[in-house]
């Protein structure tokens, strides 16, 4: 089978394709720099389209007009990206062809208060003046949608899939690290003050010049911690999902462990997960941790020692201004200006067009894991060992 792949979030590059494939040219919060199967298709669609205007949609907002220069670049992305897959996708009849377009995500993310009068930063005399960047990203969108489909064919299989909902962001993930030292009375080290100085620092440099950087850029962004968190307990890991992760400092598995494992690990994990049970929001005093959930239970398996051990979901019914307990005291960040306004929900949809496909609602709903199977259907391929369950013919 013949397939191109262009810009599918979290695939790393396969170097024995058969077919095209381009990496990170521009996925939301890219994670390499732009590379591709082969390797100089990447500089070819360069020379003949367009570099992606930016990497990461958080840098972007740190400027002056944040939503009007975001709004901007996601528009001038997308015209980009659209032409580039109609480019791909002229080229020959391909078995499998897959893009994915992470604007909505990005504008999501970064606008929501401008689409939602009901937020609590949402200026009415702004969305005057540059309109609802999240109505305008969704309307290019639709657009290039209608262009990918007149070049598919009626005669196509197309699965269109929007993963999530968006809503506002309401969580105390960012401030989850400053719970935990305050927690454990582990203040930060000087390395991580002018490690997180510097990042800010970084972040606030004229796009133009960070763009020209990127290695540099991504450096800055990942770089190491290591000698602040050989001191501590426990530390808060990224997670890219609604609930925060903690990492537990445990001896023989960490590079310099503290918690021996056993009844040691166990004794403190359950005063921790306690001690967060305790947290309230200042302003509102309602509680902010709907529950403390042990990765290990969940997810058990060979690998579950490189998950964080434990997950923190956050009521999260209402804005959040910072955390407070009787053994923490207060915690408000000044910096929340620079916070996604808008964040996941776990609901989204999908539609389908092609041969064989009736017109209609599905009765049931579908799961995320069911896509691979499907897609390996449609091209007469068989998964072993997937959990999901094709849908395919299916009503």
Not at 11 to 30: E, F, K
Request: charged share 25%; hydrophobic share 40%; proline share 8%.
């Amino acid at each position: 089978r013949r397939l191109c792949l262009f810009d599918v979030p979290k695939a790393p590059l396969g170097r024995d394709i058969n077919g095209l494939q381009i990496v990170d040219w521009g996925t939301h919060d890219a994670d390499v720099l732009p590379c591709s199967w082969p390797a100089t298709l990447i500089d070819e669609v360069h020379a003949r389209h367009a570099p992606s205007p930016f990497r990461r949609c958080d840098w972007v907002m740190r400027g002056a007009t944040p939503e009007r220069d975001l709004r901007g670049h996601l528009l001038d992305r997308i015209a980009h990206k659209t032409a580039i897959a109609e480019d791909l996708l002229a080229r020959e009849p391909w078995d499998l062809f897959m893009t994915a377009f992470g604007d909505s995500h990005c504008v999501g993310h970064q606008c929501w208060h401008l689409h939602d009068p009901t937020h609590p930063r949402h200026d009415p005399a702004l969305v005057a003046a540059i309109g609802d960047p999240v109505r305008d990203v969704y309307q290019a969108l639709d657009g290039a949608l209608g262009r990918l489909l007149r070049h598919a064919g009626p005669e196509t299989t197309v699965i269109v899939l929007l993963s999530h909902g968006m809503a506002a962001h309401n969580d105390a993930t960012y401030l989850l690290d400053d719970v935990l030292r305050r927690l454990t009375a582990r203040p930060a080290s000087w390395q991580r003050r002018v490690l997180d100085r510097t990042r800010r620092a970084w972040q606030t440099l004229p796009l133009s010049f960070t763009e020209r950087f990127r290695t540099i850029a991504q450096r800055v962004d990942r770089a190491p911690d290591a000698a602040d968190r050989s001191r501590r307990s426990c530390f808060a890991v990224p997670t890219n999902a609604n609930c925060a992760g903690i990492r537990l400092n445990v001896v023989g598995r960490e590079p310099t462990g503290i918690l021996q494992p056993g009844p040691a690990t166990d004794d403190f994990c359950a005063r921790l997960i306690r001690e967060l049970h305790e947290l309230v929001d200042p302003a509102s005093g309602r509680p902010l941790v709907k529950e403390v959930l042990r990765a290990a239970e969940l997810f058990p398996g060979e690998h579950a020692s490189e998950l964080p051990d434990l997950l923190v979901r956050w009521h999260r019914d209402g804005p959040i201004t910072g955390a407070a307990s009787d053994r923490i005291g207060e915690i408000r960040r000044d910096d929340q200006s620079t916070r996604r306004t808008g964040d996941h929900r776990p609901e989204g949809f999908f539609f389908a067009r092609g041969p064989g496909i009736n017109p209609g609602l599905r009765s049931a709903p579908v799961h995320a894991e069911d896509f691979a199977p499907t897609i390996a259907a449609l091209l007469g391929v068989e998964l072993a060992d997937v959990d999901g369950r094709s849908f395919a013919h299916s009503t």
